[in-house]
């Protein structure tokens, strides 16, 4: 099992720029796929981007494309999200997920953190 905790989350204005961070424990890193994902109250959860396990490939939500980029540092356990051009549409709980290397084709993550939140504002 890996143990996911994300940070990072916080307010910003629309068009402002924030970071999420997600550490990961429990298991080989670079054996991970790794994704982020959101979710507002009411609303199934949505899948932003995922990347795979040597950061080699990324793909992404289009409603995120060319405005979030998502990283890893395997030597750190670390991935992130780096958002930038944000929205009010944008505001959601993110969430850091994990799963094997079939996780990044087939989007089968095991393991989930408890989130972030980020607000945009106007």
């Known amino acids: 099992q890996v143990q996911l905790v994300e940070s990072g989350g916080g307010l910003v204005q629309t068009g402002g720029s924030l970071t999420l961070s997600c550490a990961a424990s429990?298991?080989?890193?670079?054996?991970?796929?790794m994704g982020w994902f959101r979710q507002v109250p009411g609303k199934e959860r949505e899948f932003v981007a995922v990347?795979?396990?040597?950061?080699?490939?990324?793909n992404y939500a289009e409603s995120v494309q060319g405005r979030f980029t998502i990283h890893r540092d395997n030597p750190k356990n670390t991935v992130y999200l780096e958002m930038n051009s944000l929205r009010l549409e944008d505001t959601a709980l993110y969430y850091c997920?994990?799963?094997?290397?079939?996780?990044?084709?087939?989007?089968?993550?095991?393991?989930w953190g408890r989130g972030t939140q980020v607000f945009v504002s106007s």
């Open positions: 997920a994990a799963g094997d290397e079939m996780a990044y084709i087939y989007g089968t993550f095991t393991d």
């Open positions: 429990g298991r080989t890193f670079s054996t991970l796929s």
């Open positions: 990347i795979s396990e040597d950061g080699r490939s990324t």
